[in-house]
Protein backbone atom coordinates (compact mmCIF):
# COMPACT_ATOMS: atom_id res chain seq x y z
CA UNK A 1 0.00 0.00 0.00
CA UNK A 2 2.78 2.45 0.85
CA UNK A 3 4.74 1.59 -2.08
CA UNK A 4 1.58 2.10 -4.63
CA UNK A 5 1.13 5.62 -2.74
CA UNK A 6 4.89 6.45 -3.53
CA UNK A 7 5.29 4.93 -6.65
CA UNK A 8 3.70 8.09 -8.70
CA UNK A 9 5.90 10.79 -6.66
CA UNK A 10 9.04 8.27 -7.60
CA UNK A 11 8.08 7.74 -11.12
CA UNK A 12 7.85 11.75 -11.16
CA UNK A 13 11.51 12.52 -10.34
CA UNK A 14 14.75 11.32 -12.67
CA UNK A 15 14.88 7.55 -12.29
CA UNK A 16 18.43 7.69 -10.61
CA UNK A 17 17.19 10.09 -8.09
CA UNK A 18 13.96 8.26 -7.73
CA UNK A 19 16.20 5.28 -6.89
CA UNK A 20 18.25 7.32 -4.46
CA UNK A 21 14.79 8.64 -2.18
CA UNK A 22 13.78 4.92 -2.39
CA UNK A 23 16.55 3.74 -0.01
CA UNK A 24 16.34 6.23 2.03
CA UNK A 25 12.14 5.84 2.65
CA UNK A 26 12.59 2.11 2.61
CA UNK A 27 15.72 2.99 5.40
CA UNK A 28 13.29 5.38 7.25
CA UNK A 29 10.67 3.04 6.96
CA UNK A 30 12.34 -0.08 8.60
CA UNK A 31 13.66 2.25 11.09
CA UNK A 32 10.19 3.22 12.16
CA UNK A 33 9.06 -0.48 12.04
CA UNK A 34 6.94 0.36 9.56
CA UNK A 35 8.47 -1.75 6.70
CA UNK A 36 8.53 -4.83 7.46
CA UNK A 37 7.49 -7.55 5.85
CA UNK A 38 7.41 -11.26 7.16
CA UNK A 39 7.60 -14.00 5.10
CA UNK A 40 7.44 -17.40 6.55
CA UNK A 41 10.81 -19.23 6.24
CA UNK A 42 10.66 -21.90 3.08
CA UNK A 43 14.19 -22.96 2.88
CA UNK A 44 15.79 -24.23 0.08
CA UNK A 45 19.52 -26.01 0.48
CA UNK A 46 22.04 -24.58 -2.85
CA UNK A 47 25.72 -24.46 -3.09
CA UNK A 48 25.27 -26.33 0.62
CA UNK A 49 23.91 -22.84 1.95
CA UNK A 50 20.30 -23.01 3.86
CA UNK A 51 18.76 -20.00 2.23
CA UNK A 52 15.77 -18.91 4.22
CA UNK A 53 13.73 -18.63 0.63
CA UNK A 54 14.27 -18.95 -2.79
CA UNK A 55 14.01 -15.28 -3.13
CA UNK A 56 16.70 -12.90 -3.11
CA UNK A 57 17.52 -9.72 -3.96
CA UNK A 58 19.68 -9.08 -6.91
CA UNK A 59 22.93 -6.89 -7.07
CA UNK A 60 23.04 -3.46 -8.52
CA UNK A 61 20.35 -2.30 -5.89
CA UNK A 62 22.60 -1.39 -2.70
CA UNK A 63 26.11 -1.13 -4.63
CA UNK A 64 27.53 -0.48 -1.67
CA UNK A 65 25.80 -2.29 1.01
CA UNK A 66 23.91 0.89 2.95
CA UNK A 67 20.86 -0.44 2.74
CA UNK A 68 21.52 -3.95 4.23
CA UNK A 69 19.07 -4.19 7.31
CA UNK A 70 16.28 -1.96 5.22
CA UNK A 71 16.24 -4.40 2.47
CA UNK A 72 15.86 -7.50 4.80
CA UNK A 73 13.18 -6.46 6.15
CA UNK A 74 11.51 -6.70 2.55
CA UNK A 75 11.09 -10.35 3.18
CA UNK A 76 14.16 -11.91 1.17
CA UNK A 77 15.78 -15.05 1.39
CA UNK A 78 18.98 -13.20 0.56
CA UNK A 79 20.90 -10.18 -0.69
CA UNK A 80 23.26 -9.78 -3.00
CA UNK A 81 25.40 -6.66 -2.95
CA UNK A 82 27.23 -4.83 -5.40
CA UNK A 83 28.55 -4.45 -7.93
CA UNK A 84 31.74 -3.39 -6.50
CA UNK A 85 35.18 -2.80 -7.50
CA UNK A 86 38.77 -2.88 -6.08
CA UNK A 87 38.80 1.06 -6.32
CA UNK A 88 35.55 3.45 -5.88
CA UNK A 89 34.69 5.25 -9.41
CA UNK A 90 31.90 7.36 -10.45
CA UNK A 91 30.84 5.22 -13.16
CA UNK A 92 29.44 6.39 -16.70
CA UNK A 93 28.26 10.17 -17.32
CA UNK A 94 24.77 11.00 -16.49
CA UNK A 95 21.99 10.21 -17.59
CA UNK A 96 22.87 7.15 -17.20
CA UNK A 97 19.49 5.59 -16.00
CA UNK A 98 15.98 5.39 -17.86
CA UNK A 99 12.38 4.08 -17.02
CA UNK A 100 9.93 2.55 -19.95
CA UNK A 101 6.90 2.18 -18.27
CA UNK A 102 5.04 1.24 -21.40
CA UNK A 103 6.90 -1.97 -21.20
CA UNK A 104 7.70 -2.00 -17.75
CA UNK A 105 11.46 -1.94 -18.87
CA UNK A 106 14.87 0.08 -17.66
CA UNK A 107 18.11 0.77 -19.75
CA UNK A 108 21.22 1.21 -17.46
CA UNK A 109 24.69 2.16 -18.36
CA UNK A 110 25.44 2.68 -14.58
CA UNK A 111 28.86 1.67 -15.11
CA UNK A 112 29.98 0.13 -11.84
CA UNK A 113 29.87 3.17 -9.64
CA UNK A 114 30.46 2.21 -6.13
CA UNK A 115 32.44 3.41 -3.27
CA UNK A 116 34.98 0.91 -3.84
CA UNK A 117 35.77 -2.30 -1.81
CA UNK A 118 36.83 -1.19 1.50
CA UNK A 119 33.77 1.17 2.27
CA UNK A 120 31.33 -1.78 1.20
CA UNK A 121 33.20 -4.15 3.94
CA UNK A 122 32.34 -1.28 6.34
CA UNK A 123 28.97 -1.10 5.24
CA UNK A 124 28.54 -4.73 5.78
CA UNK A 125 30.58 -4.93 9.23
CA UNK A 126 27.75 -1.88 10.28
CA UNK A 127 24.87 -4.16 9.46
CA UNK A 128 22.67 -6.15 11.65
CA UNK A 129 21.79 -8.43 9.32
CA UNK A 130 22.92 -12.23 9.71
CA UNK A 131 21.03 -14.00 6.53
CA UNK A 132 22.48 -15.23 3.52
CA UNK A 133 24.53 -11.95 1.87
CA UNK A 134 25.79 -12.28 -1.91
CA UNK A 135 28.68 -9.60 -2.57
CA UNK A 136 28.90 -9.55 -6.27
CA UNK A 137 32.60 -8.30 -7.71
CA UNK A 138 33.81 -6.13 -10.69
CA UNK A 139 37.07 -4.60 -12.18
CA UNK A 140 37.72 -0.82 -12.40
CA UNK A 141 37.09 0.91 -15.68
CA UNK A 142 40.52 2.09 -16.45
CA UNK A 143 41.70 -1.35 -15.14
CA UNK A 144 43.10 -2.65 -19.16
CA UNK A 145 40.66 -6.11 -19.66
CA UNK A 146 43.99 -8.40 -20.00
CA UNK A 147 44.71 -7.37 -16.46
CA UNK A 148 41.21 -7.97 -15.20
CA UNK A 149 42.04 -10.73 -12.92
CA UNK A 150 43.89 -9.06 -10.91
CA UNK A 151 41.15 -7.10 -9.88
CA UNK A 152 38.63 -9.76 -9.40
CA UNK A 153 41.79 -11.37 -7.17
CA UNK A 154 42.10 -8.49 -5.19
CA UNK A 155 38.22 -8.32 -4.58
CA UNK A 156 37.97 -12.00 -3.73
CA UNK A 157 40.19 -11.74 -1.33
CA UNK A 158 38.93 -8.46 0.44
CA UNK A 159 35.33 -10.10 0.80
CA UNK A 160 35.96 -13.78 1.06
CA UNK A 161 34.81 -13.16 5.05
CA UNK A 162 32.58 -11.46 4.80
CA UNK A 163 30.18 -12.85 1.85
CA UNK A 164 28.25 -16.19 2.14
CA UNK A 165 28.38 -15.77 -1.77
CA UNK A 166 31.16 -14.56 -4.03
CA UNK A 167 29.60 -13.83 -7.81
CA UNK A 168 31.94 -12.67 -10.03
CA UNK A 169 30.27 -9.84 -12.92
CA UNK A 170 32.05 -10.69 -16.18
CA UNK A 171 28.15 -9.76 -18.02
CA UNK A 172 27.68 -6.35 -17.51
CA UNK A 173 27.73 -4.58 -20.96
CA UNK A 174 28.30 -0.92 -19.12
CA UNK A 175 31.97 -1.85 -18.99
CA UNK A 176 34.49 -1.78 -22.04
CA UNK A 177 35.48 -5.41 -22.68
CA UNK A 178 33.90 -6.74 -19.82
CA UNK A 179 31.74 -9.45 -22.04
CA UNK A 180 35.01 -10.85 -23.49
CA UNK A 181 35.57 -12.04 -20.41
CA UNK A 182 32.56 -14.80 -20.81
CA UNK A 183 34.65 -16.97 -23.95
CA UNK A 184 37.96 -18.65 -24.70
CA UNK A 185 41.28 -18.28 -22.70
CA UNK A 186 40.30 -15.04 -20.78
CA UNK A 187 37.53 -17.15 -19.15
CA UNK A 188 39.52 -20.11 -18.41
CA UNK A 189 42.52 -18.08 -16.42
CA UNK A 190 39.78 -16.09 -14.53
CA UNK A 191 38.15 -18.94 -13.37
CA UNK A 192 41.50 -21.13 -12.96
CA UNK A 193 43.02 -18.18 -10.90
CA UNK A 194 39.57 -17.32 -9.08
CA UNK A 195 39.12 -21.25 -7.97
CA UNK A 196 42.69 -21.48 -7.27
CA UNK A 197 42.62 -18.93 -4.82
CA UNK A 198 38.91 -19.65 -2.92
CA UNK A 199 40.49 -22.98 -1.83
CA UNK A 200 43.55 -20.85 -0.56
CA UNK A 201 41.43 -18.92 1.36
CA UNK A 202 39.01 -21.70 2.44
CA UNK A 203 42.01 -23.38 4.19
CA UNK A 204 43.30 -19.62 5.42
CA UNK A 205 39.82 -19.02 6.93
CA UNK A 206 39.03 -22.73 7.68
CA UNK A 207 35.33 -22.08 6.16
CA UNK A 208 34.47 -22.69 2.03
CA UNK A 209 32.28 -19.67 0.48
CA UNK A 210 30.70 -20.91 -3.00
CA UNK A 211 32.26 -18.85 -5.72
CA UNK A 212 29.10 -18.03 -8.57
CA UNK A 213 29.17 -17.05 -12.06
CA UNK A 214 26.97 -13.67 -13.82
CA UNK A 215 26.52 -14.11 -17.51
CA UNK A 216 24.32 -12.58 -20.43
CA UNK A 217 21.47 -13.39 -22.09
CA UNK A 218 23.38 -12.62 -25.46
CA UNK A 219 24.56 -15.98 -25.34
CA UNK A 220 25.61 -18.49 -28.46
CA UNK A 221 24.75 -21.74 -28.24
CA UNK A 222 28.60 -22.32 -29.07
CA UNK A 223 29.16 -19.96 -26.24
CA UNK A 224 26.54 -21.73 -23.72
CA UNK A 225 28.42 -24.98 -23.81
CA UNK A 226 32.25 -23.25 -23.57
CA UNK A 227 31.35 -21.88 -20.16
CA UNK A 228 29.33 -24.64 -19.23
CA UNK A 229 31.98 -26.86 -19.97
CA UNK A 230 34.55 -24.43 -17.70
CA UNK A 231 31.77 -23.76 -14.69
CA UNK A 232 32.47 -28.20 -14.52
CA UNK A 233 35.67 -28.14 -15.21
CA UNK A 234 37.19 -25.81 -12.41
CA UNK A 235 34.13 -26.69 -10.10
CA UNK A 236 32.34 -23.21 -9.60
CA UNK A 237 29.75 -23.50 -7.28
CA UNK A 238 26.64 -21.57 -9.00
CA UNK A 239 25.66 -19.57 -11.92
CA UNK A 240 23.30 -16.56 -12.27
CA UNK A 241 21.62 -16.61 -15.60
CA UNK A 242 21.43 -13.75 -16.65
CA UNK A 243 22.25 -9.96 -16.44
CA UNK A 244 20.83 -7.18 -18.57
CA UNK A 245 20.72 -7.70 -22.74
CA UNK A 246 22.18 -5.48 -25.44
CA UNK A 247 18.83 -6.47 -27.63
CA UNK A 248 15.75 -3.99 -27.66
CA UNK A 249 13.22 -6.41 -28.37
CA UNK A 250 9.85 -5.04 -26.79
CA UNK A 251 11.14 -1.11 -26.61
CA UNK A 252 11.81 -0.65 -30.42
CA UNK A 253 10.17 2.87 -31.38
CA UNK A 254 9.49 3.70 -27.62
CA UNK A 255 10.95 6.69 -25.59
CA UNK A 256 14.36 5.72 -24.54
CA UNK A 257 14.50 2.47 -26.04
CA UNK A 258 17.55 3.42 -28.38
CA UNK A 259 18.99 4.22 -25.15
CA UNK A 260 22.76 2.51 -25.04
CA UNK A 261 23.10 -0.11 -22.14
CA UNK A 262 21.41 -3.00 -20.40
CA UNK A 263 18.02 -3.61 -20.83
CA UNK A 264 16.08 -4.87 -17.66
CA UNK A 265 12.68 -5.78 -16.98
CA UNK A 266 9.63 -7.53 -18.65
CA UNK A 267 11.35 -7.68 -21.92
CA UNK A 268 14.18 -9.70 -20.67
CA UNK A 269 12.18 -12.62 -19.51
CA UNK A 270 11.78 -14.52 -21.90
CA UNK A 271 15.60 -13.80 -23.24
CA UNK A 272 16.78 -14.97 -20.02
CA UNK A 273 14.99 -17.53 -19.24
CA UNK A 274 15.00 -19.53 -22.89
CA UNK A 275 18.96 -19.08 -21.40
CA UNK A 276 18.44 -20.56 -18.28
CA UNK A 277 16.42 -23.67 -20.15
CA UNK A 278 19.74 -23.94 -22.53
CA UNK A 279 21.85 -23.70 -19.48
CA UNK A 280 19.99 -26.53 -17.55
CA UNK A 281 20.05 -28.47 -20.40
CA UNK A 282 23.92 -28.43 -20.84
CA UNK A 283 24.79 -28.64 -16.79
CA UNK A 284 22.46 -31.47 -15.68
CA UNK A 285 22.31 -30.61 -12.51
CA UNK A 286 26.18 -30.65 -11.86
CA UNK A 287 25.87 -26.55 -11.05
CA UNK A 288 23.28 -24.75 -9.26
CA UNK A 289 21.04 -22.08 -11.09
CA UNK A 290 20.07 -18.51 -9.99
CA UNK A 291 17.38 -17.26 -11.87
CA UNK A 292 17.43 -13.43 -12.59
CA UNK A 293 15.71 -11.46 -15.70
CA UNK A 294 11.78 -9.94 -16.11
CA UNK A 295 10.32 -11.60 -12.90
CA UNK A 296 7.25 -9.20 -12.02
CA UNK A 297 4.97 -11.70 -11.19
CA UNK A 298 5.33 -14.86 -8.97
CA UNK A 299 3.78 -16.98 -12.04
CA UNK A 300 7.39 -15.91 -13.61
CA UNK A 301 9.36 -16.89 -10.99
CA UNK A 302 7.79 -20.09 -10.97
CA UNK A 303 8.57 -20.22 -14.45
CA UNK A 304 12.23 -19.93 -13.98
CA UNK A 305 12.06 -22.37 -11.02
CA UNK A 306 10.51 -24.72 -13.76
CA UNK A 307 12.98 -23.44 -16.50
CA UNK A 308 15.69 -25.27 -13.82
CA UNK A 309 16.28 -22.20 -11.21
CA UNK A 310 16.87 -23.21 -7.79
CA UNK A 311 16.50 -20.20 -6.76
CA UNK A 312 15.87 -16.74 -8.14
CA UNK A 313 16.74 -12.63 -8.14
CA UNK A 314 14.31 -9.67 -8.17
CA UNK A 315 14.82 -6.12 -9.36
CA UNK A 316 13.38 -4.25 -12.13
CA UNK A 317 10.61 -5.87 -11.14
CA UNK A 318 10.29 -4.50 -7.99
CA UNK A 319 10.61 -0.96 -8.94
CA UNK A 320 7.11 -2.03 -11.20
CA UNK A 321 5.62 -3.91 -8.33
CA UNK A 322 6.92 -3.04 -5.19
CA UNK A 323 7.56 -4.96 -2.01
CA UNK A 324 4.37 -7.73 -2.52
CA UNK A 325 6.20 -8.90 -5.12
CA UNK A 326 8.71 -10.73 -3.00
CA UNK A 327 5.68 -12.76 -1.08
CA UNK A 328 4.27 -13.59 -4.28
CA UNK A 329 7.61 -15.35 -5.61
CA UNK A 330 7.96 -16.80 -3.01
CA UNK A 331 4.36 -18.10 -2.43
CA UNK A 332 4.26 -19.53 -6.16
CA UNK A 333 7.61 -21.24 -6.05
CA UNK A 334 6.90 -22.93 -2.59
CA UNK A 335 3.68 -24.04 -2.92
CA UNK A 336 3.84 -26.13 -5.73
Known amino acids: ?60 LDKNGEYIDALASMGFGFLEVGTVTPRPQAGNPHPRLFRIPEAKAIINRMGFNNHGVDQLIKNIKAARYKGILGINIGKNADTPVEQATTDYLICLEKV ?16 KNLRSLQSGAALTDLLQQLKKRQLELAEQYQHYVPLVLKVAPDLTA ?107 CVDAMTTV
Open 222 to 328: SDVKFIASQLIQFKIDGLIVTNTTLARDGVENLKHGDETGGLSGAPVFERSTACLEVFAKQLQGRVPLIGVGGILSGEQALAKQQAGAQLVQLYSGLIYTGPQLVRD
Open 1 to 60: MLYSLARPILFSMAPERAHEVSLLLLKSTYKLGVMRQKIQPKPVLCMGIEFANPVGLAAG
Open 160 to 175: YNYASYVTVNISSPNT
